[in-house]
């Protein structure tokens, strides 16, 4: 069995508007686990 979990942090509500500041995915199989995990700048002065 593969577990997947896969996620995203925005600063604001609204996707057009802000920004997207840190993405991470997580798969777990057979007692394995391989994860990553990234920040990046955001682009929106708001």
Do not use: H, R
Request: proline letters at 4%; charged letters at 20%.
């Amino acid at each position: 069995m593969c577990w997947i979990s896969i996620d995203i942090e925005a600063d604001g509500l609204i996707p057009f508007k802000y920004s997207m500041i840190s993405f991470g995915a997580v798969i777990v199989e057979n007692g394995l686990k391989l994860q990553f995990y990234a920040t990046l700048k955001p682009i929106s002065e708001e």
